[in-house]
Nanobody, 126 residues
Framework: QVQLVQSGGGLVQAGGSLRLSCEGSGRSDRPYSVGWFRQGPGETRTFVAAITRNANTYYSDSVKGRFTISKENFGNTVILQMDNLKPEDTASYYC????????????????????WGQGTQVSVSS
C-alpha cells in the first residue's frame, strides 16, 4: 500500500519562501506521477504542479515561475519549492500519486490520482 507523508509548510510573509516535501513508501516498480494540489476554505482542490517519472514537469498558470517541483532521494521524495509567495497562495496543500504516466491535462486532473498525503497548511500574510 502506497503511503505519502508530507512535511513543511507554515506561516510566511508575502514574498517569502516555503518548501514542502512528500515522501512516498510502499511503491511498486510501476511508473507513477506525483502532483501537488491545494484547497482553500470552501473551495475545490485545484492543481498546482506535477512531475512524472521521466521528470517532466507541469505547473498551473498561477504558480508558474514561482514554484518548482523536483525529486530527491532517488525519486522517493517530491519537493515543492515555493518562492515569492502571495497571500492568495494560502491553502492546505496535498501531494498525490497517480499510477502511470501523465501528460498535460491528465496531470492536472485530481480524479486520476490514486493516493493522497495528509495535507499541510501554508499561510501567507500580506
Amino acid at each position: 500500500q502506497v503511503q505519502l507523508v508530507q512535511s513543511g509548510g507554515g506561516l510566511v510573509q508575502a514574498g517569502g519562501s516555503l518548501r514542502l516535501s512528500c515522501e512516498g513508501s510502499g511503491r511498486s516498480d510501476r511508473p507513477y506521477s506525483v502532483g501537488w494540489f491545494r484547497q482553500g476554505p470552501g473551495e475545490t482542490r485545484t492543481f498546482v504542479a506535477a512531475i512524472t517519472r521521466n521528470a517532466n514537469t507541469y505547473y498551473s498558470d498561477s504558480v508558474k515561475g514561482r514554484f518548482t517541483i523536483s525529486k530527491e532521494n532517488f525519486g522517493n521524495t517530491v519537493i515543492l519549492q515555493m518562492d515569492n509567495l502571495k497571500p492568495e497562495d494560502t491553502a492546505s496543500y496535498y501531494c498525490a500519486q497517480m499510477v502511470g504516466y501523465c501528460t498535460g491535462p491528465g496531470c492536472r486532473d485530481r480524479r486520476l490520482y490514486n493516493y493522497w498525503g495528509q495535507g499541510t497548511q501554508v499561510s501567507v500574510s500580506s
